[in-house]
Structures are given as C-alpha cells and as structure tokens.
C-alpha cells in the first residue's frame, strides 16, 4: 500500500531551528509537496521538490531523498506565527496525490 | 487516519461537456467538506464549503453556476464542473472534516486531473 509518515506533534522555540521530516512508500514519485496550514485556513504552498536535494527558500528549506523516500522541511529563526500544521503530500504514479496525516508545530516563547 | 476517496482520479473530457467528480469519506461521517483547486506548484485555492443538506458557501470569485456541488449525504459531496473550457483543467481536491469525540480534523482526497481538450 501506500503510505506517508510524519510525526503527529512536535514542539520548538522561537528564534530556534525545526526539522519535520517526511517518510513515504508509495507507487511511483512525481513530486512531493510540502504545505503549511493554519487552523480553519486552507493549505498554503511551501515547496516542491521532485530532484534531490535541498532547496531553499528564505527561512524555510525543503530536501529530498527518491532513493531513501525521505524528505524533510527545516524552518529556521522560528517566529510564533509558524505553528501551525504542516502536511507532506507526495505525487504518485498516476498523478494522484498521497497525503500524510500533518504534524502539529508549536512554538514557545 | 480516515479516508477520503476521489472518483474518477483523472478524467480527460472535450471543451463543453460537464464533468462530475465525485468525493466520499470511507469511514466517517462529514458534515463539512471542501473543493479545492490546484494550479502547478501553486497552493490549494478553496472553491467552496459543501455542508450536508444545505447549498455550498463559494468563495469570491468562483461561479456557483459553472462549478455545482451537492453535498446529499454525509458521506458523499459532488463537484460538476459544467460546460467545461481549457482553462478549466486543473488538479481539483477535496478534503472532508471530522467532528467527533472531541477532535475537529480535515483529511484531503488524492484528488483528480480534469483536462479539457
């Protein structure tokens, strides 16, 4: 089957370093995507990648492992506007997209 | 987690049919789901709020008339796109809420390619 792991919850500080990583079995790969989401808001866009390696993208960076089936979203110099729930979702072979369940970020003064 | 599924997951159609896609959640019950519409590598853009037995909340700027969605049982929610253009091709999701036992959770659906010729 196919599947998608993330951690349920994680917790930081502000002005700190997060890393969330991404796990993923899923039949074929063409892109994963990275979102971030506010309660009672719609996902917003961070990245995507579908080469390895890190990309980055002011304080957020995405990488990307096809060979490990690995991903991870780094967020430096939190701010406490970026708890939120954060998704990883990963284009299979048919197009379709394969959702992880989201980790919780909470920030703490 | 629970299941949302989307049928079909890609459909190819000519310029001035209508095309239903269909959203279901396997094994809860929603009150509340959501279409959403992604263009490439762009975020989700909400459509429209479907809630059960009761006509669908649209954004700005999205035509309640081009775009029907019925949302008849609590576990089904239907988007049809009518009298479908080009531009109307898109990667559209829904998503499906969850109100029980205390938790408030949106799960998505794998979500379906329209391409219009």
């Known amino acids: 089957g196919q599947n998608i792991d993330q951690p349920t919850e994680m917790t930081a500080t502000e002005g700190a370093i997060v890393q969330i990583n991404c796990t993923y079995q899923t039949s074929g790969f063409n892109g994963l995507f990275w979102y971030q989401q506010h309660a009672g808001e719609a996902p917003t866009f961070l990245s995507y990648n579908v080469l390895d390696g890190l990309e980055e993208k002011g304080r957020f960076s995405s990488f990307l492992s096809r060979s490990k089936g690995y991903s991870y979203l780094l967020l430096k110099e939190l701010q406490m506007k970026d708890s939120a729930s954060y998704l990883c979702a990963v284009v299979d072979s048919n197009y379709q997209l394969i959702w992880g369940a989201g980790t919780k970020l909470i920030i703490k003064p | 987690g629970a299941v949302v599924s989307q049928h079909p997951s890609r459909v190819i159609c000519k310029s001035g049919t209508s095309v239903k896609i269909e959203c279901r959640s396997l094994?809860?019950?929603?009150?509340?789901m959501f279409w959403y519409r992604q263009f490439p590598k762009q975020s989700l853009m909400l459509m429209a709020t479907?809630?059960?037995?009761?006509?669908?909340?649209?954004e700005q700027g999205v035509e309640k008339d081009k775009f029907l969605i019925n949302h008849a049982s609590l576990t089904l929610s239907t988007l049809t796109v009518t009298s479908a253009h080009p531009e109307d091709s898109s990667f559209y999701i829904c998503?499906?809420?969850?109100?029980?036992?205390?938790?408030?959770?949106?799960?998505f659906g794998p979500g379906t390619r329209l391409t219009v010729l």
């Open positions: 998503s499906a809420r969850e109100l029980a036992g205390g938790r408030d959770e949106q799960f």
């Open positions: 479907s809630n059960e037995g009761s006509k669908a909340t649209y």
């Open positions: 094994d809860f019950q929603a009150t509340t």
